[in-house]
T-cell receptor
Framework: DQQVKQNSPSLSVQEGRISILNCDYT??????FLWYKKYPAEGPTFLIS?????DKNEDGRFTVFLNKSAKHLSLHIVPSQPGDSAVYFC?????????????FGQGTILTVHP | DAGITQSPRHKVTETGTPVTLRCHQT?????MYWYRQDPGHGLRLIHY???????DKGEVSDGYSVSRSKTEDFLLTLESATSSQTSVYFC????????????FGSGTRLTVV
């Protein structure tokens, strides 16, 4: 049972354009969401997060949007750069006894072409 | 990654043998996690620790055990390795859950033949 889903295995974007990565979740107990970026042969690195009390969070070129009613979040990268080419994972955590334990999506491979 | 190291980076082992992976941190963070990454599944939580000698199971804990006798070390043991445990294993640390990102190690690529 995949509680966090990234339905697009890959995305290809031209340098300077916007990249939009999507993530859907099914567990209504999730209240904290994160995006990680991963290069080959390295561990994931934290990009940006959002709490369920917000619907948007920005950090430089990265913006995360949360639509709780649709159980959907997205990561916008503007403008996209070739160095952004990596695998992007969304992750979620819930309160209670699940607090702090992350559930990850399958990942989306982003390729930014010069 | 600064402050967190995993060893070994690569290992090939035979089916049925025990294997121990080590995660070492210098950040003095309370919480430590072991994940495995497999194609089509993303990262899945194996076990986690919320303090010395305090550990609990994640979603894919069968066939794995952990120990944390010191704050800085979190060991993952495959009691009798199977081919289904061929994977990339990541350790992660955080001081405060839910406060932000978790710091991941560089991973251990384990192949069980």
């Amino acid at each position: 049972d995949q509680q966090v889903k990234q339905n697009s295995p890959s995305l290809s974007v031209q340098e300077g354009r916007i990249s939009i990565l999507n993530c859907d979740y099914t567990n209504s107990m999730f209240d904290y969401f994160l995006w990680y970026k991963k290069y080959p042969a390295e561990g994931p690195t934290f990009l940006i997060s959002i709490s369920s009390i917000k619907d948007k969070n920005e950090d430089g070129r990265f913006t995360v949007f949360l639509n709780k009613s649709a159980k959907h979040l997205s990561l916008h990268i503007v403008p996209s750069q070739p160095g952004d080419s990596a695998v992007y994972f969304c992750a979620a955590s819930a309160g209670g006894t699940s607090y702090g334990k992350l559930t990850f999506g399958q990942g989306t491979i982003l390729t930014v072409h010069p | 990654d600064a402050g967190i190291t995993q060893s070994p980076r690569h290992k090939v082992t035979e089916t049925g043998t025990p294997v121990t992976l080590r995660c070492h941190q210098t950040e003095n963070h309370r919480y430590m996690y072991w994940y495995r990454q497999d194609p089509g599944h993303g990262l899945r939580l194996i076990h986690y620790s919320y303090g010395v000698k305090d550990t609990d199971k994640g979603e894919v804990s069968d066939g794995y055990s952990v120990s944390r006798s010191k704050t800085e070390d979190f060991l993952l043991t495959l009691e009798s390795a199977t081919s289904s445990q061929t994977s990339v294993y990541f350790c992660a640390i955080t001081e405060r859950q839910g406060a932000g990102g978790y710091t991941f190690g560089s991973g251990t690529r384990l192949t069980v033949v």
